[in-house]
């Protein structure tokens, strides 16, 4: 017919939608898109939170969202994608839509979603594999196998305290120094709380990792870069008075007792996060850190 436009064949089928439930302007676009979907006739998938803020059953828990369905589109902020993203397998794409202050994971802008869904799902985006990085606690009530996509940190419990750290790289011990903590980013984390910390900024498809301490006590004390195939070892060797956490990518954590390693390593499986054709790492840089080119 004139003036219409064919919609492409769709290559998603099963959607899961999960929205950061405090902000009600990403709840709103999450009403709008799911009935986009529903005219195309797609299953659509809830979250838990994301169904009862907006007065539907049937929600399912995160991880079954991640592992159910076809593609998932993530309404938030960063932090509402990585809680999906550490879960998620490789073979499931995610899609963030920017509905918080950052953004820097997303794919798209809020205003984009509906105006650019077809091409979503009949697959016009090109996907972004990232490695996640596997933690195992090797004793303590918190004993066992963590994943993170950003990040893993070890840090002190009380803002006036300093506690002791080691650092260890492929078996080796590399340094030992007094700090508020230490972080082992991916290159996705890279830009996250490693940024914050004067760590560097690592091109996404580089097979490294980085470690950088946080406030260290002597001056000597730089963030290293090291290739991913090595496991590092971050140990407390005296946590002060009040102890020391262990987080993963700022969203879980646990405290980590005095003699406690936690051994970190890339993982072999990868989130995937869909990206428009048209997106450029460095344009993404240039946009969301103010380079001002």
Request: glycine share 10%; net charge positive.
């Amino acid at each position: 017919m004139k003036g219409s436009r064919a919609r492409r064949p769709i290559r998603f089928r099963r959607i899961g939608l999960v929205a950061k439930v405090l902000s009600k302007e990403a709840l709103r676009l999450t009403a709008s898109l799911e009935r986009a979907l529903a005219r195309r006739h797609l299953e659509i998938l809830f979250d838990a939170d994301t169904a009862e803020a907006m007065g539907r059953g049937g929600g399912i828990s995160r991880r079954r969202v991640a592992r159910s369905a076809d593609l998932v589109f993530v309404l938030g902020g960063d932090g509402t994608l990585l809680s999906v993203a550490r879960e998620t397998p490789s073979s499931t794409p995610v899609l963030g839509v920017n509905v918080g202050v950052l953004g820097f994971l997303a794919g798209l802008k809020r205003a984009e979603v509906l105006e650019r869904l077809d091409e979503v799902l009949a697959g016009g985006f090109r996907e972004d594999r990232r490695r996640r990085l596997d933690v195992r606690v090797s004793a303590g009530a918190h004993r066992g196998r963590y994943r993170a996509l950003n990040d893993a940190v070890l840090h002190k419990e009380a803002i006036a305290r300093i506690a002791t750290f080691s650092v260890s790289v492929g078996n080796k011990a590399v340094s030992r120094f007094r700090g508020d903590g230490v972080i082992v980013a991916t290159t996705t984390g890279s830009t996250a709380y490693n940024l914050s910390a004067g760590g560097p900024v690592l091109y996404p498809s580089l097979p490294a990792l980085v470690v950088t301490p946080i406030c260290p006590h002597t001056l000597s004390q730089r963030p290293l870069v090291v290739p991913s195939s090595l496991a590092i070892g971050l140990r407390v060797l005296d946590g002060g008075r009040t102890g020391v956490r262990l987080t993963l990518d700022g969203q879980e954590g646990f405290p980590i007792g005095t003699g406690t390693e936690a051994l970190v390593r890339q993982s072999a499986s990868s989130a995937t996060l869909l990206r428009p054709p048209e997106s450029d790492h460095f344009d993404k840089l240039a946009e969301k850190l103010n380079w001002g080119v």
